[in-house]
């Protein structure tokens, strides 16, 4: 660990001597850094986005005069 990783770090809590505060601050990154974040595991709705696409589609459309033509799969 670097000086520079620990410079903004919050003080030394009593009862810690700052060499395990460090290490516990570097600890707690680490784990961070491991777990993924907590919303990584939400959707957003797919039909809100497919909502919200059609209605930009239709809008650009509309605004450049061009007929609508959905891509069929």
Do not use: F
């Amino acid at each position: 660990m670097k000086w520079e990783d620990v410079s903004e770090r919050t003080p030394t809590p009593v009862g810690w001597s700052d060499t395990d505060w460090i290490k516990h601050i570097a600890d707690q990154r680490k784990h961070e850094q491991e777990q993924p974040h907590p919303m990584s595991c939400l959707h957003i709705n797919q039909g809100s986005l497919d909502a919200a696409a059609d209605a930009y589609e239709a809008e650009y459309n509309k605004a450049h005069g061009v007929e609508g033509q959905r891509w069929k799969s």
